[in-house]
């Protein structure tokens, strides 16, 4: 990874330079003053979707669920957990499919829930199925470090 990473804040959809050391945790946006990181995934409607994915120089995890799914609800807690791990390399997100069922359909979403990897606006992985928070960490940890910076 570069010494700065452009960051869209999960608030405004604006875009930050940021340096991607113990430090980014505390970042906050430059344009609305919320904190970049805060340990929590954050739930996303479309047009944020498409900006996180685009704009984001760090990867960007992406949970696609609906809220009628059981295996969904399950792994929630796994999910935030993960992300306190994860931050400040990983961005992870929650695209509800009920919600964006457009989306959904073009990623090819079968079933939920699904966890896509993005980098540089590409899909890099996709896994289908609930997991535990350390399956979460590890698996997208071993994505990350497989493809090039």
């Given at each position: 990874?570069?010494?700065?990473?452009?960051?869209?804040?999960?608030?405004?959809?604006?875009?930050?330079?940021?340096?991607?050391?113990?430090?980014?945790?505390?970042?906050?946006?430059?344009?609305?003053?919320?904190?970049?990181?805060?340990?929590?995934?954050?739930?996303?409607?479309?047009?944020?979707?498409?900006?996180?994915?685009?704009?984001?120089?760090?990867?960007?995890?992406?949970?696609?669920?609906?809220?009628?799914?059981?295996?969904?609800?399950?792994?929630?807690?796994?999910?935030e957990?993960?992300?306190?791990?994860?931050?400040?390399?990983?961005?992870?997100?929650?695209?509800?499919?009920?919600?964006?069922?457009?989306?959904?359909?073009?990623?090819?979403?079968?079933?939920?829930?699904?966890?896509?990897?993005?980098?540089?606006?590409?899909?890099?992985?996709?896994?289908?199925?609930?997991?535990?928070?350390?399956?979460?960490?590890?698996?997208?940890r071993?994505?990350?470090?497989s493809?090039?910076?």
């Amino acid at each position: 990874m570069s010494e700065t990473e452009h960051v869209v804040c999960p608030h405004c959809a604006g875009v930050n330079r940021v340096p991607l050391t113990a430090k980014a945790l505390a970042a906050k946006c430059g344009v609305c003053g919320e904190r970049l990181f805060t340990g929590h995934p954050a739930d996303v409607d479309g047009a944020m979707f498409e900006r996180q994915i685009a704009r984001s120089t760090i990867p960007v995890l992406v949970d696609v669920w609906a809220p009628w799914c059981g295996p969904c609800r399950a792994m929630a807690p796994a999910y935030e957990a993960a992300a306190k791990e994860l931050e400040p390399h990983v961005r992870l997100i929650k695209l509800n499919s009920d919600n964006e069922p457009q989306i959904a359909g073009r990623m090819g979403i079968r079933g939920i829930p699904s966890l896509l990897l993005f980098r540089g606006g590409s899909e890099v992985a996709r896994s289908s199925g609930a997991m535990s928070a350390g399956q979460i960490v590890e698996w997208t940890r071993a994505k990350v470090s497989s493809r090039p910076s």
